[in-house]
């Protein structure tokens, strides 16, 4: 079960931190994904990160956004940084037991109910 917090109102230019917690015992076993869905848009592929801390960014994210993990806590983070209109949508989490590419929903095996994020201009 995958949890997304950290939503909300953002500044043109300003951060904001998504926090995604994980239950269960494998989760430093798990790849992790970020996607989001804007509104009357697809979703689409934001970030990821492999059990080996290797990191994928979509282009439009990277240099703002940094995704990282906590394997303690069983926990993935999205820091959003520059933020700007066009990061305005629902943000999900994702994990994934079978690895492959991080761009792909369908290499994802459980999904979080996602976190808005509004960002004003």
């Known amino acids: 079960q995958l949890q997304a917090s950290g939503g909300g109102l953002g500044q043109a230019g300003g951060s904001l931190r998504l926090s995604c917690a994980a239950s269960?015992?494998?989760?430093?076993?798990?790849?992790m994904g970020w996607f989001r869905q804007a509104p009357g848009k697809e979703r689409e592929f934001v970030a990821g990160?492999?059990?080996?801390?290797?990191?994928d960014y979509t282009d439009c994210v990277t240099g703002r956004f940094t995704i990282s993990r906590d394997n303690a806590k069983n926990a993935v983070y999205l820091q959003m940084n520059s933020l700007n209109a066009e990061d305005t949508a629902v943000y999900y989490c994702?994990?994934?037991?079978?690895?492959?590419?991080?761009?792909?929903?369908?290499?994802?095996?459980?999904w979080g109910q996602g976190t808005l994020v509004t960002v004003s201009s």
């Open positions: 269960g015992r494998t989760f430093s076993s798990l790849s």
């Open positions: 990160i492999g059990w080996n801390g290797f990191t």
């Open positions: 994702a994990a994934s037991r079978s690895g492959g590419t991080f761009r792909w929903e369908v290499n994802y095996n459980y």
